[in-house]
């Protein structure tokens, strides 16, 4: 009588514990739950592939840009003595503040102005304006 009761017990723990896992309300959030989580590990595997591929393709494109522009640099260095001689590429001076001084006092002496010689007549009253 004693080992039917156990294994009455026994039984009775498996069967409750298949309902409660597959019937309650909790498994079934925890189910859906756990699928969730599985599906955004998935999408975050994905999303990290697709930013590897992006930075690996513009680090390509990067590389390509930066041997396009050592090729210009030494093509436009190999030609320059063609259109200008050696003694004339170390005269000429591009800095902007080699301006004469000249030329700073006539377009300091040449300043629009901001206002005008006449009056606007914004501020005479009614009796004066005519």
Known sequence: MLTYLIIGLVIGFIV???FISV??????KYAKVKQELAQTKDELITQKQIIAKHFSHSAEI???MAKEFRRLYQHMAENSSQFI????VASLDFDSDSVPDETKK???DNQPRDY????SGLFKSDENKS
Request: proline share 4%; hydrophobic share 25%.
């Open 16 to 18: 409750g514990f298949i």
């Open 23 to 28: 019937i309650s309300p909790n498994a079934r």
């Open 62 to 64: 990067l590389d390509n």
């Open 85 to 88: 001689d050696g003694d004339k």
């Open 106 to 108: 006539n377009t300091l």
């Open 116 to 119: 005008s010689d006449n009056s």
